[in-house]
């Protein structure tokens, strides 16, 4: 059991420095942007896409909101890589550190989603 509360705490801190991380995230937006000169043919625009009840909803968008949406869009995706880690850091910590009822045999990383 010595070796538990080591380890519980190097998952805390590790829940810790993802939190901390989660606090500097600026603003969030879902959807997707595009500059459209990169296209082939070229075009010219900016413009933002996302789903709205089951709809492709497109919006133009000017240079200086294609780079804000664009970190904002960046953002998000990184908002929910760090909500996965703290998902899974979490639920090693519970099932480490709280009391369990007994089984049979050990749970697997599959059944705690850890894999």
Same mark, same amino acid.
């Given at each position: 059991? #010595? ?12 829940? +810790?420095? @993802? ?15 595009? +500059? ?14 996302? #789903? ?17 949406? #664009? ?17 899974? @850091? ?26």
């Amino acid at each position: 059991m #010595k070796t538990a509360a080591p380890a519980a705490s190097a998952l805390e801190q590790q829940y +810790d420095q @993802l939190r901390q991380r989660l606090a500097h995230i600026g603003y969030i937006s879902e959807g997707s942007v595009l +500059d459209r000169s990169q296209l082939r043919p070229p075009r010219r625009g900016f413009q933002w896409t996302r #789903k709205v009840a089951g709809k492709t909803i497109t919006v133009a968008l000017s240079p200086e909101q294609f780079h804000s949406l #664009k970190q904002a869009v960046e953002n998000e995706r990184q908002l929910w890589t760090i909500i996965q880690q703290m998902e899974r @850091l979490s639920r090693q910590i519970l099932f480490g550190t709280v009391p369990s009822p007994p089984r049979r045999k050990k749970l697997g990383k599959k059944v705690l989603g850890l894999v």
